[in-house]
């Protein structure tokens, strides 16, 4: 069919001393038997009041009306979406480093489906406001974030002759960030921050239990110190606490506590630009429990842990050969968990390790070549009702990779990698992937 589209845009004109700018287009598609349009609009003002404050607000309409095929090719749908939107930021600079910014925004959505057998209509609703205190130091800086939101969703579904069924949810969202980051000195950097959620989703429909509340508390900790220019190491850990809370009786038994612990140091070792070598470890303890658990004909509460060791070496053998090679092994457990007595039962345990060594040639001009070899070994066992095991996989795999470097910003890629592989109750297999890429960069 035909396609007509007119465009509007008018940049930076001043409008009762604010700067502003109109962006716009409407679209008509005119198809055999129907006609789809898309209209979308903004408008936006900026205004800075003086080197310590500034407003902008943002203004926007838009209207899809699209008609569609159903499966049967002889009976349309039509889908009608009616969209506001108005956000509001304000910027104030309360001292050289230190600045206030508030944010609003507004949205409005009404989107109607309908077809021979169905008819369809929800309404949206969104507010949200955010709160920053912002400071921006040499040696220190760091954030205060407040944040609360407001969704109501309203929605009707009749299919056929059928009598109409709503679905009318309301969401409401607090959250209270922190961040900071110090250069502790020339050798030393901290990194934390710390955010704390709370979700309110309720229905003013009795018949629905989707009633419940969600807390969740993430902390992040990062702390880095270079011993030497050759030596440095890296400590991080993250604390995630999810509480899930169903209000209604019927749903209460799934209330349950999530916790999550990850710790993970690295080490880093260079040597004259000769030889690098990078150790880095992941722990992470996953604990699932549930509330009323001890009203529970069985115990649901699981826990799944898991470690990751890789080591990864470089090494500039020549000006222009370069030997790599990367080990990473991988354990991890799953297993029903005793909250009482703060132990285990293991039903599913994982055992990995992958090994890859690679020479890189860059001594033609424009060209790197990589060759190098890959393995793969996997094991996993079940312990139900018995320990068993369920999985024994081993791939071997070499590779030949060729990048081309056309321009400064465009590079060609070649790869081509056969692979072998076999596992518990499966033949030695064998194929091959071959990739061709074009690659630019802006």
Same mark, same amino acid.
């Given at each position: 069919?035909?396609?007509?589209?007119?465009?509007?845009?008018?940049?930076?004109?001043?409008?009762?001393?604010?700067?502003?700018?109109?962006?716009?287009?409407?679209?008509?598609?005119?198809?055999?038997?129907?006609?789809?349009?898309?209209?979308?609009?903004?408008?936006?003002?900026?205004?800075?009041?003086?080197?310590?404050?500034?407003?902008?607000?943002?203004?926007?309409?838009?209207?899809?009306?699209?008609?569609?095929?159903?499966?049967?090719?002889?009976?349309?749908?039509?889908?009608?979406?009616?969209?506001?939107?108005?956000?509001?930021?304000?910027?104030?600079?309360?001292?050289?480093?230190?600045?206030?910014?508030?944010?609003?925004?507004?949205?409005?959505?009404?989107? $109607?489906?309908?077809?021979?057998?169905?008819?369809?209509?929800?309404?949206?609703?969104?507010?949200?406001?955010?709160?920053?205190?912002?400071?921006?130091?040499?040696?220190?800086?760091?954030?205060?974030?407040?944040?609360?939101?407001?969704?109501?969703?309203?929605?009707?579904?009749?299919?056929?002759?059928?009598?109409?069924?709503?679905?009318?949810?309301?969401?409401?969202?607090?959250?209270?960030?922190?961040?900071?980051?110090?250069?502790?000195?020339?050798?030393?950097?901290?990194?934390?921050?710390?955010?704390?959620?709370?979700?309110?989703?309720?229905?003013?429909?009795? $018949?629905?239990?989707?009633?419940?509340?969600?807390?969740?508390?993430?902390?992040?900790?990062?702390?880095?110190?270079?011993?030497?220019?050759?030596?440095?190491?890296?400590?991080?850990?993250?604390?995630?606490?999810?509480?899930?809370?169903?209000?209604?009786?019927?749903?209460?038994?799934?209330?349950?506590?999530?916790?999550?612990?990850?710790?993970?140091?690295?080490?880093?070792?260079?040597?004259?630009?000769?030889?690098?070598?990078?150790?880095?470890?992941?722990?992470?303890?996953?604990?699932?429990?549930?509330?009323?658990?001890?009203?529970?004909?069985?115990?649901?509460?699981?826990?799944?842990?898991?470690?990751?060791?890789?080591?990864?070496?470089?090494?500039?053998?020549?000006?222009?050969?370069?030997?790599?090679?990367?080990?990473?092994?991988?354990?991890?457990?799953?297993?029903?968990?005793?909250?009482?007595?703060?132990?285990?039962?293991?039903?599913?345990?994982?055992?990995?390790?992958?090994?890859?060594?690679?020479?890189?040639?860059?001594?033609?001009?424009?060209?790197?070549?990589?060759?190098?070899?890959?393995?793969?070994?996997?094991?996993?066992?079940?312990?139900?009702?018995?320990?068993?095991? $369920?999985?024994?996989?081993?791939?071997?795999?070499?590779?030949?990779?060729?990048?081309?470097?056309?321009?400064?910003?465009?590079?060609?890629?070649?790869?081509?990698?056969?692979?072998?592989?076999?596992?518990?109750?499966?033949?030695?297999?064998?194929?091959?992937?071959?990739?061709?890429?074009?690659?630019?960069?802006?």
């Amino acid at each position: 069919g035909w396609v007509a589209q007119v465009t509007l845009n008018a940049r930076n004109y001043n409008l009762l001393d604010y700067l502003s700018n109109v962006d716009g287009f409407s679209r008509l598609f005119f198809f055999p038997g129907r006609r789809n349009q898309e209209h979308r609009y903004y408008v936006s003002w900026f205004k800075r009041f003086s080197s310590y404050a500034s407003d902008s607000l943002r203004v926007g309409y838009e209207f899809v009306d699209n008609t569609y095929h159903l499966a049967q090719g002889t009976e349309f749908e039509n889908v009608q979406v009616n969209a506001r939107f108005l956000s509001h930021q304000l910027d104030y600079r309360i001292a050289r480093r230190t600045q206030f910014r508030m944010t609003n925004k507004f949205q409005n959505r009404d989107v $109607t489906q309908s077809n021979p057998g169905l008819q369809n209509h929800r309404k949206e609703l969104n507010l949200a406001n955010r709160f920053e205190l912002l400071f921006n130091g040499e040696v220190f800086s760091s954030a205060v974030t407040l944040f609360t939101s407001q969704t109501i969703n309203e929605a009707s579904r009749r299919s056929g002759g059928s009598r109409e069924s709503r679905t009318d949810i309301e969401g409401l969202q607090t959250a209270l960030n922190y961040r900071m980051n110090w250069r502790v000195s020339s050798r030393d950097r901290f990194r934390f921050s710390v955010a704390y959620t709370k979700y309110e989703y309720s229905s003013p429909d009795t $018949t629905l239990d989707v009633d419940e509340d969600d807390i969740r508390l993430i902390a992040d900790f990062a702390w880095l110190h270079r011993f030497s220019p050759y030596f440095t190491v890296k400590l991080w850990a993250n604390l995630y606490l999810f509480h899930q809370i169903y209000l209604k009786a019927s749903r209460s038994a799934n209330n349950n506590w999530n916790r999550i612990y990850q710790l993970g140091p690295s080490f880093y070792l260079k040597i004259s630009g000769v030889l690098e070598n990078a150790l880095q470890i992941r722990i992470l303890a996953n604990y699932t429990v549930y509330d009323f658990e001890e009203l529970l004909p069985v115990v649901q509460s699981y826990i799944h842990r898991k470690l990751i060791f890789t080591d990864s070496l470089r090494v500039n053998l020549t000006a222009g050969l370069q030997f790599v090679a990367m080990y990473q092994l991988e354990k991890e457990d799953n297993g029903t968990f005793y909250k009482d007595i703060f132990a285990e039962q293991l039903t599913r345990e994982l055992t990995s390790h992958f090994i890859d060594l690679s020479l890189v040639y860059r001594r033609f001009h424009r060209f790197r070549i990589i060759s190098g070899l890959n393995w793969f070994i996997r094991d996993e066992w079940s312990y139900l009702p018995e320990k068993q095991r $369920t999985r024994q996989y081993f791939s071997f795999s070499p590779r030949l990779i060729c990048v081309y470097s056309i321009e400064k910003n465009l590079l060609l890629r070649l790869a081509f990698a056969p692979k072998v592989y076999r596992d518990l109750n499966l033949q030695r297999q064998y194929y091959g992937t071959g990739q061709l890429n074009l690659q630019y960069f802006f």
